[in-house]
């Protein structure tokens, strides 16, 4: 206990130099905290658990409001990088008041002796001064050599006291010998010491450790530190897809964010060493120019960052969808015409993601050209020798990898930005961190005037359709800014979001993955692209194929994205200079891009009248053959997880029925009908061979059945429903991964889907597509393809869990009680979206059925809803096409209407059905901030 005379104001607290715009002082009184905390010692003298209390809720005050002035500085339109070192600053302040009432009232060291020593280091972020809203609080407490009672008294007293007001606090407890023991043995540890800062305690402590550690740790040590810190971001961006163009990033983590720069920021300062970011920063190798793009991105990922946290109330690192708009509307940005202002948010994100990037290439090449002169170090981790000549002039091969002699080389000839990329990819060389520089620096020579040159168009054209690496170079090409200059159609869409779930990368990005997948289908057939790769011999002019694929999505965020796709195309290819057949055939392919994959997946693609419209809108084999190919290019280039057999078995059906009518020239449904017929005879024979004797129940179904599936999954299916008695329902995981494959075959009668859905929708499971055939018996055979809520494998690794599936499946056909206990689905990031619901019923695309189309929202038990309520109008569903993109689902319904449907009858189910879609509808999600603006406009009546 110490004496009631002493007090805490007196004490000299370090000076800090706080940004120009504020004063700590303002916010949080350091000196009137400490009177408060001494006179809750006072008051309570005989009741420490009573004084404690009192002080942590002072202590905890004095954080709220600096918590809640920082925030409404945050939301009146201060930036985050000032946020977050208010945040710190205020963290000080309160850590300071603890620590003074610590070693002053409760474990006080009237004389401490050599090993009652103690500094206090603020590590991590909270050591560089910026600390996020929610984000964990690291410490480091240094003692001279041995534990003290007293040292760890005072460590434990503080430690608990920061868990109980709510902080998450990282610590450590060593010696200064341990921190540069540690430190060399994990680079980890020595990042952590290279960020701390001082707080308060024994300041003749705290200079020797830093004195060691910079003298034994950082000391000569450049080049380890700079291979590790790459080595470990490298790891990083594996683990996060290695690709900073994921629609969903994560701020901190991903690739081109905030790590990244921390990075740049570390390697920085363990060579020119410095206190504040500015100060580390302007000392390195950056221009003025570097410098504030730096600084510029630093301001606005921290701004995300911290109204990240404040939305969300913890520490989220990660740009869902529910979250994005919150954050663009917070930051400012508004919907414009074409555009809404989340959009335009994460394009600025990924603009300034890109300038990471560009950062980290600058940085490396100036590192490479510092080092070089040096006998040792940073050497040892990159290539060497004189760059040599290569043959192209202005051209050199610089450590293995394609370089220029200068800037002029550009200059000269702006065809060379062209050029870069060419002799990289010819001769399979890296490119030079200096030379993408340069290219990046003079994109801007490639203009109105010198795109008309012709020696670049060919150079571009040529990369483009005989490229070894396509892919690659388009990417290098794309970040440095080369591309978007030569062809301004696609610069258009460079860092563009498409803001749903289904496609899981930024529109440049997903149209390179789709042009490098035509390239890989070219190359070899890969399993399941067989067809696709024997067709590109047939192929008239490939060149039409890749500019279609580059060009595609040409025409997002300017309205109808296939209408302004097409004029897009026709402007590109003009310039270009290409022959006018060739414009108009990679306008036709551009304008009709999704053609293929939606009657594929939404429409029955053994129906006659399917093919001959499908056949009419095509019109030729070299049509159809590069729609083919572009269309499943652009399906796998959506994002993992898209494609799957499923869907190469129908577009490639698709595309056999059509190529019969095509090379038949007859465009009759009769004709078109024994076609399909005679294939469906054909895949019946393969596979009687097989398996000898085929289920009864398989030869009734009609042609749509045995043109739908590959010959092994009939198998698969032969041999399920030969060993079972019905109702056969059989569960397994499929080898594409996309989801668990469940056969379900039975007779059937009203109502049944209905309850098949709803029963797979009380398993949990999420039907993500489905194929139900009926055959004149009565006998069905359904396929559903069920993942689970997050898109992943529906009971993944729980055989348990599949067998329940497999029994109550079999259940819903031997009763007719409806199904209740569909679980109702959370909204989250769903609710970011607007889903506007549709409905269509159309008697002219079957000839024997009326089709039912719908689009909406998805949820669980809307297939059970939807069939439901076409059981109760007594209608019965012959054939059904579901699936499931993203947030979205669009389905299909073959029916056969009752003879007294009147046109009143079918209006009123057109309502009834808009009314399923538009049921459960979810609210925006919800989140502190959004709870405290209701709270508070209800306050308000």
Avoid at 29 to 50: I, M, P, W, Y
Avoid at 176 to 185: A, D, N, V, Y
Avoid at 685 to 700: C, D, F, Q, W
Avoid at 713 to 728: D, F, K
Wanted: proline residues 4%.
């Amino acid at each position: 206990m110490t004496d009631p005379s002493d007090s805490l104001v007196h004490r000299k607290l370090p000076t800090r130099a706080w940004p120009s715009r504020w004063r700590i002082s303002n916010i949080v009184d350091g000196r009137a905290l400490r009177v408060k905390l001494t006179s809750a010692f006072l008051d309570n003298l005989e009741d420490e658990t009573k004084a404690r209390k009192q002080v942590l809720d002072h202590l905890h005050g004095a954080l709220f409001r600096g918590r809640m002035i920082a925030q409404e500085r945050l939301q009146q339109g201060a930036g985050g990088l000032d946020t977050a070192r208010l945040l710190s600053a205020v963290m000080d302040e309160v850590l300071h008041a603890l620590y003074d009432y610590v070693t002053v009232h409760v474990h006080r060291a009237r004389n401490p002796t050599e090993g009652e020593r103690l500094a206090v280091f603020a590590t991590g972020g909270y050591g560089r001064g910026v600390l996020a809203p929610s984000s964990d609080i690291d410490l480091l407490f240094i003692r001279p050599y041995k534990a003290s009672a007293h040292a760890e008294s005072v460590i434990e007293y503080m430690l608990y006291a920061l868990w109980d007001m709510g902080l998450k606090v990282g610590h450590a407890f060593r010696t200064p010998e341990e921190c540069i023991r540690l430190s060399r043995e994990d680079v980890t540890i020595k990042t952590s010491l290279l960020d701390s800062r001082f707080l308060f305690g024994d300041e003749a402590l705290s200079a020797e450790t830093a004195e060691k550690f910079h003298k034994d740790v950082i000391k000569g040590n450049d080049a380890q530190f700079i291979a590790d810190k790459l080595a470990e971001r490298d790891a990083r961006h594996a683990k996060q897809g290695n690709t900073r163009y994921v629609v969903e990033p994560n701020i901190k983590e991903g690739k081109g964010g905030l790590r990244d720069l921390q990075t740049l920021y570390w390697i920085t300062k363990h060579m020119n060493d410095g206190n504040t970011l500015e100060d580390v920063m302007k000392s390195g190798p950056f221009t003025p120019h570097e410098y504030n793009v730096f600084i510029r991105a630093a301001r606005f990922f921290w701004t995300v960052r911290c109204h990240l946290h404040y939305v969300t109330g913890r520490a989220e690192e990660r740009l869902s969808f529910d979250l994005q708009p919150e954050i663009a509307s917070r930051m400012g940005y508004r919907d414009r015409t074409g555009q809404l202002g989340v959009e335009r948010f994460m394009k600025h994100y990924f603009l300034v993601a890109k300038d990471v990037g560009n950062l980290t290439r600058i940085l490396a090449a100036k590192l490479e050209a510092d080092q070089m002169k040096k006998p040792e170090g940073w050497r040892r981790f990159i290539p060497t020798g004189t760059p040599k000549p290569l043959p192209q002039d202005g051209f050199v091969l610089d450590g293995g990898r394609v370089s220029v002699e200068n800037e002029a080389v550009f200059k000269k000839h702006p065809a060379n930005l062209i050029q870069l990329f060419v002799i990289a990819d010819e001769a399979e060389y890296d490119i030079h961190p200096d030379a993408l520089t340069m290219a990046s620096r003079n994109s801007r020579l490639i203009n109105q005037k010198t795109r008309q040159n012709s020696k670049m168009n060919e150079l571009f054209l040529d990369l483009l359709v005989n490229g070894k690496n396509i892919g690659l170079a388009l990417h290098r090409m794309n970040e440095a800014d080369v591309l978007g200059r030569f062809l301004p159609e696609f610069g258009g869409i460079v860092a563009q979001t498409q803001f749903n779930m289904y496609h899981h990368y930024t529109v440049d990005e997903h149209t390179i993955r789709a042009v490098d997948y035509i390239a890989q289908m070219e190359r070899e057939p890969g399993e399941g692209f067989e067809l696709a790769h024997r067709l590109f011999n047939k192929i008239d002019n490939k060149q039409v194929l890749y500019l279609a694929m580059l060009l595609h999505d040409t025409g997002k965020g300017h309205g109808d994205q296939q209408i302004e796709g097409t004029r897009t195309s026709t402007q590109a290819g003009k310039r270009l200079g290409l022959p006018e057949a060739e414009i108009d055939l990679i306008a036709w392919l551009v304008g009709h891009h999704l053609e293929m994959s939606e009657t594929a997946q939404k429409r029955d693609i053994a129906d006659p009248r399917t093919i001959v419209r499908f056949a009419a809108m095509v019109g030729s084999m070299e049509r159809l053959r590069l729609l083919y190919i572009l269309t499943i290019a652009d399906i796998r280039a959506v994002g993992p997880g898209i494609w799957n057999a499923w869907k190469g078995q129908l577009l490639e059906d698709l595309y056999l029925n059509t190529e019969a009518t095509l090379r038949g020239g007859r465009t009759d449904e009769t004709s078109v009908a024994r076609e399909l017929a005679g294939r469906a005879a054909f895949n019946q024979n393969e596979l009687a061979t097989r398996v000898g004797n085929i289920p009864s129940m398989m030869t009734e179904m009609d042609p749509a059945y045995w043109t739908g599936f590959d010959i092994d999954t009939l198998e698969s299916h032969a041999r399920t429903i030969e060993q079972e008695e019905p109702p056969i329902v059989s569960a397994m995981e499929r080898e594409d991964g996309g989801g668990i494959s469940l056969l379900v075959a039975g007779r059937d009668r009203l109502g049944l889907f209905s309850r098949l859905a709803g029963t797979i929708a009380a398993q949990g499971a999420n039907v993500v597509s489905a194929q139900v055939f009926t055959a004149p018996s009565g006998f069905i055979v359904d396929v559903f393809i069920l993942q689970d809520g997050k898109g992943g494998v529906f009971a993944a690794g729980d055989a348990g869990r599949l067998r329940r599936l497999e029994e109550t499946v079999r259940q819903a056909f031997r009763t007719d009680e409806p199904v209740t206990n569909i679980p109702a689905k959370a909204f989250r990031r769903e609710a970011a979206f607007k889903v506007i619901p549709q409905v269509k019923i159309d008697d002219t695309l079957s000839s024997d059925y009326t089709v039912i189309d719908i689009a909406g929202r998805d949820r669980p038990g809307l297939l059970h809803d939807v069939a439901n309520l076409l059981a109760d109008e007594n209608i019965s569903i012959h054939s059904a096409h579901v699936g499931s993109y993203g947030e979205r689902v669009f389905d299909a319904f073959y029916v056969q209407l009752p003879d007294s449907f009147t046109d009143e009858r079918l209006a009123k189910l057109k309502d009834q059905l808009l009314d399923v879609l538009k049921r459960e509808e979810p609210d925006a999600p919800r989140t502190p901030a959004r709870s405290l603006k209701q709270a508070n406009a209800a306050d308000s009546f």
